[in-house]
């Protein structure tokens, strides 16, 4: 393990996480949106 392959491997997960945070905040929104729908209803 050289120190390139684990720039590599943290560059990777850092990605994973980024998009499992945009994932998250997106359904988080729709959830919002959803909520006030219904007690607007």
Do not use: H, P, T, W
């Not at 943290?10 to 997106?26: D, G, Q």
């Not at 359904?27 to 729908?37: G, I, K, P, V």
């Amino acid at each position: 393990m050289g120190a390139e392959s684990i720039k590599n491997e943290i560059s990777n997960s850092s990605v994973a996480v980024m998009k499992l945070l945009e994932i998250v905040s997106f359904l988080n929104d729709r959830e919002c949106q959803y909520l006030a729908e219904r007690d607007a209803a």
